[in-house]
């Protein structure tokens, strides 16, 4: 089978490649033309881990290539993926859906055969429809159908969330197109990967939907985490007795400083002004939205209560920029709440993050940037740990306190025991652990 994949950002780079090592034929299209000479030469721009092998391997034996035009790919495609970015639009909280229209027109220009039109970016409920109805508006003839097929994956594991996904998502109205999703998604049957099939609103929706679910239960923890400070509980505890319950499940409990990324903060918003406009506000996406941004933005109180709540002239450590592990990327990274309120409350602030300090750099001006930890540590009043890279599981104590000026370590992922940090002489705080 042959695809076209348009937009070679994260989504559509990784469904790019993954198809590919399914077997199809793919072309992965980006009007950027740095970014496709990169590409053609083998050079990702994002890190994501097994990315660059991926591809590499693909475009080898001949089934992944690229262009800056989806012309003349799209004449023979069986599919054309839209993977281009939906950001939110500046102002309202809306998905800004230009890019994915634009596109949607071009795909109509080009159509000359028949081709399943499929939605990859996370679209609002109705997008689908309104990309039908402008494709017959430019293409009156055109043979085609709309398919939304959400992506779920997770950026640092994003391969292994496409090759073994809990389950796919396909909204389409015909037999025709769903052959041809069930056929590009073959590889998976043969896994028992759950299929499911539904109508274009539902399969959009189905998204927001999941996002928004995660998001008020990372939010949820964290407020119990909250509630646990105060009454000498523990939250690691509480989650694991909670999410042993079938009907809860364990993901996504683990207490921390606030999701941030591309796409919680994003589609929570986005199906907020949504739900809003459709006159059925959802209070509880509402709530987990406000509370997680001023979660994000109380943290760097935290590390100043740390400090004696006086951070003016003394040094901290930021090990950690990025919003999660195994990615660059700095998307409503709660680092960028926590390091420049503690400059505005006079700190010296020394980082160091693994992947994302060439990203972290443009964002965050004043910083020290580190080669690692311990040099991020040095002579530092505090050290405070925001995102939980491996590499900062297994630091060696003893020449943490060594290079530290004092030993306050503030670990906002819970990724060490308190009593082993305490045995070691430090002064520890964590999230929701008495
Ligand atoms: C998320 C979803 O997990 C994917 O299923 C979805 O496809 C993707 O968004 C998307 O819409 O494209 P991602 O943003 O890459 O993936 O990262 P997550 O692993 O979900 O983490 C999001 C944020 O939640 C991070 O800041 C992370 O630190 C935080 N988090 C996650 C917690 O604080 N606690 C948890 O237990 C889990």
Redesign the pocket.
């Known amino acids: 089978m042959k695809i076209v994949v348009l937009g070679a950002g ?2 559509g780079l990784v469904s790019a490649a993954c198809f590919a090592e399914f077997g199809t034929q793919v072309t992965c299209v980006d009007q950027s033309e740095e970014k496709i000479d990169a590409l053609s030469k083998g050079r990702i721009p994002i890190f994501e881990p097994g990315l660059d092998d991926l591809v590499e391997r693909n475009v080898r034996n001949g089934n992944l290539s690229f262009a800056t035009s989806m012309v003349p790919a799209i004449h023979d495609a069986d599919a054309v993926f839209i993977a281009v970015g939906t950001p939110t639009r500046r102002g309202d909280g809306h998905a800004d859906l230009s890019y994915v229209y634009g596109a949607a027109r071009e795909i109509a220009q080009n159509l000359s055969r028949y081709t399943v039109v499929v939605t990859k970016s ?1 679209v609002p409920v109705g997008t689908g429809h309104e990309i039908a109805r402008l494709i017959r508006e430019t293409n009156p003839t055109a043979e085609f159908d709309v398919c939304s097929n ?9 391969i292994n ?1 496409f090759m073994r996904p809990d389950r796919v998502v396909i909204g389409c109205e015909s037999d025709r197109a769903a052959a041809v999703m069930k056929a590009l998604y073959r590889p998976l049957y043969l896994i028992e990967t759950p299929m499911v099939i539904a109508g274009l609103e539902t399969a959009e929706l189905t ?1 927001y939907a ?2 928004a679910f ?2 008020a ?2 939010t949820f ?2 407020e119990i985490a909250d509630l646990c400070e105060k009454v000498g509980a523990d939250v690691q505890t509480v ?1 694991k007795g909670m999410g042993l319950d079938g009907r809860i499940g364990r ?14 903060p ?2 929570t918003l986005a199906l907020m002004r949504t739900s809003q406009d459709k006159g059925v506000p959802m209070r509880l996406v509402e709530a987990t939205i406000d509370v997680n941004n001023r979660r994000k933005k109380h943290m760097a109180s935290r590390i100043m209560a740390a400090c004696g709540d006086v951070v003016k002239g003394k040094t901290i450590a930021i090990l950690g920029v990025t ?3 195994n ?1 660059d ?1 700095m998307r ?3 680092s960028l709440d926590v390091i420049p309120a503690l400059q505005e409350a006079g700190a010296v602030v020394r980082a160091y993050d693994p992947e994302g300090m060439d990203e972290a750099e443009k964002l965050l001006p004043g910083v020290i940037w580190c080669k690692d930890a311990y040099e991020a540590m040095h002579g530092a009043d505090a050290a405070a740990i925001l ?2 890279w491996n590499e900062f599981r297994a630091l060696d104590p003893a020449r943490m306190k060594a290079v530290l000026k004092s030993p306050v370590l503030v670990d906002l ?1 819970n990724i060490y025991k308190p009593e082993d940090m305490r045995a070691a002489g430090f002064h520890y705080t964590s999230i929701g652990r008495a």
């Open positions: 994260y989504v996370t959400p992506e779920f994956l997770r950026e640092g594991s994003a969330d998204k999941a996002n995660l998001a239960k990372i923890i964290n989650a993901k996504f409990l683990h207490a921390g400083p606030g999701y941030g990324g591309s796409c919680f994003k589609d919003f999660k592990p990615t990327d409503d990274s709660v995102t939980e992922r």
